[in-house]
């Protein structure tokens, strides 16, 4: 127990230095990409690189995908803040000797809203709608007994009315497992990629560059957005076994998150587990804008070979509503 409370004393010590105000405040885009996937994790408020092994790791840590040995696939759905309806899917394959690939996609989309204008305030009779993707591929496996790597690419799109922006990013993970109370120090780095562009039909326009001649010819232009970069994130953490009995086990996970826009946060979660088929969840972010406490519930049910997951979460936010998320899986 000594060894455990200085490793945690020390990351501790290294994590809560640098909760400073980050002047790149809001200054990167798609920022649904920041949003929490799959509440297994949500539910233990994040604090998961190190304690992430099933198919969801592809969101969180791609490393944690190595010890997924089975075929598994995951849908989760959320409604969030209300407003945007959060979809994401994923499954991933094991190949004995070559490692586990997994495919994933994130859909998060709004209801569409009818366009107004200044000579029409009541709606013009269109409307317009915007909605955010990505689609990865995930490669895992171990590279030693100990020590496993994981590496995504993925494709995302962000569209509003007829405007877009698209590019291509990384995420890329590691765990590794020391032997007392199964404890693993981990990392992983999020979404580092190029900078997006929003361009579109409606970008174009014509331009009058001699106003003060009255015959001269408008010129067709395009406007020029500027470019924004992605919520790039480096979170590292260490996930251990606080007891395991023979029907009861906890365990626990304790991160340090760093984004490029935003301060650094301290992430904390634990998990009960009550004869492998009843899960009991709760997490707290520390340092938070306004999402803090979080409680997750879940449970299996095995039907010959294939496994069936239930998972449930519940995040509080001081301002903001609530959110609730449903993941449901299956192993065969």
């Known amino acids: 127990m000594k060894r455990l409370h200085l490793v945690l004393s020390a990351f501790l010590l290294t994590a809560t230095t640098g909760l400073a105000q980050n002047p790149n405040l809001g200054t990167s885009g798609a920022q649904f990409l920041k949003i929490p996937v799959s509440a297994r994790e949500a539910g233990m408020g994040g604090a998961v690189v190190g304690l992430t092994n099933d198919v969801s790791a592809v969101f969180w840590n791609p490393a944690g995908l190595a010890k997924v040995e089975k075929t598994t696939v995951q849908f989760s759905h959320m409604r969030w803040m209300d407003m945007f309806d959060f979809d994401a899917a994923q499954t991933a394959v094991y190949f004995d000797g070559i490692g586990t690939f997994a495919a994933s996609i994130i859909i998060f989309d709004m209801d569409k809203q009818e366009i107004t204008t200044e000579a029409e305030p009541n709606g013009t009779g269109r409307f317009y709608s915007a909605q955010d993707l990505s689609v990865g591929l995930t490669y895992a496996r171990f590279l030693t007994d100990k020590f496993s790597f994981g590496l995504t690419g993925k494709y995302i799109q962000q569209q509003i009315w007829n405007e877009t922006a698209s590019g291509f990013a990384f995420d890329v993970g590691t765990q590794y497992q ?113 999402e803090d406490v979080s409680f997750g519930i879940g449970t299996n049910l095995h039907f010959g070979s294939t496994k069936f997951i239930f998972d449930y979460a519940y995040s509080s936010y001081n301002i903001l509503p609530a959110v609730n998320r449903i993941s449901v899986g299956m192993e065969f």
């Open 178 to 290: 020391l032997d007392f109370q199964n404890l693993t120090i981990a990392m992983r780095m999020s979404n580092f990629g190029q900078d997006l562009t929003f361009e579109g039909e409606d970008l174009n326009v014509v331009y009058d560059k001699s106003s003060g001649l009255p015959l001269n010819r408008l010129t067709p232009a395009r406007l020029v957005t500027d470019p924004f970069a992605l919520p790039l994130s480096f979170q590292v953490g260490v996930g251990f076994d606080v007891f395991t009995t023979e029907f009861v086990k906890m365990k626990a996970g304790i991160d340090a998150l760093h984004p490029n826009d935003n301060k650094e946060q301290v992430l904390t979660g634990t998990e009960v587990v009550f004869y492998d088929r009843l899960f009991l969840r709760g997490g707290y972010k520390f340092n938070a804008d306004d």
